[in-house]
């Protein structure tokens, strides 16, 4: 987990209309909450934490938050990031203060590795149903991500929780759950049922509509022609 420092600042004013006044002026609203402690209003440089997520990558961050420039021993994790639902900027920020000796509970997003050999080789269909898993630690010891290698999962193979081994970190979500599995191409299945069905229509089976009309058509003709002749 990277480490870094964040300059912030203290407010006593909250409320929609003075957040909306610290975006107008290049400022974002945030808090910090957590153990055990009032929750704190506080501002930041909008494009400073910007450029620091960018360079971040998806890292988990372990954040100093200084506080009007005084270290204020708090430790803080993001929490949770507002974004305008239409333009992605960020509108506010949630920091939960962490201690350094208190194991916390945290979603760790799950990353896939490879291309599976069922689907490769067998045209199978990859199912990532799970994205993300829950774990208890340190904080120091949070995982930026879990790497799932999918090279040679084959067709009806799975990757399931309990197949995860993770040092220094206790996973607390279901062992049974499965997180990625390959399962068989529909379109073989799709494609040898209507194969099927034309089958049983060229045999004159009961799905097939086709000769009943072609024998209803002759008789037409036949009795045409038998007219015809007695005239």
């Keep these: 987990m990277k480490e870094i420092t964040i300059d ?4 006593k004013d909250i409320g929609k209309g003075v957040a909306r006044k610290l975006r107008q ?6 808090v910090i909450y957590g153990h ?10 909008h494009e400073r934490f910007n450029a620091t997520m960018r360079q971040a990558a998806g890292e988990k961050l372990l954040i100093d938050l200084n506080v009007d420039g005084k ?9 949770e990031i507002q974004r305008d639902p239409v333009s992605g900027k960020m509108l506010h920020v949630d920091f939960q203060h962490v201690s ?9 997003p799950i990353q896939l590795e490879g291309i599976a050999e069922g689907v490769k080789t067998f045209g199978g269909v990859l199912s990532w149903t799970i994205r993300s898993i829950m774990v208890l630690c340190l904080p120091t010891d949070i995982p930026d991500k879990v790497t799932l290698d999918v090279t040679n999962l084959k067709i009806h193979d799975s990757i399931h929780v309990r197949d995860i081994v993770l040092d220094k970190v206790e996973i ?5 759950e499965t997180l990625v599995s390959v399962i068989p191409p529909t379109i073989i ?7 099927g069905a034309v089958g049983e229509a060229l045999a004159g089976g009961e799905t097939g509509a086709e000769p009943e009309v072609i024998s209803e058509k002759k ?13």
Excluded: F, Q, W, Y
């Design 8 to 11: 912030v600042h203290a407010r």
């Design 25 to 30: 002026s290049g400022k974002l609203p945030a």
């Design 36 to 45: 055990g402690e009032e929750p704190m209003a506080i501002e930041l440089d």
């Design 71 to 79: 270290d204020s021993g708090k430790k803080a994790l993001i929490k």
């Design 100 to 108: 350094l000796t208190e194991k916390i509970k945290i979603e760790v």
């Design 172 to 176: 607390l979500s279901d062992p049974a």
């Design 189 to 195: 299945k799709e494609a040898e049922t209507a194969e």
């Design 219 to 231: 008789a037409e003709e036949r009795k045409a022609e038998k007219d015809k002749g007695e005239k």
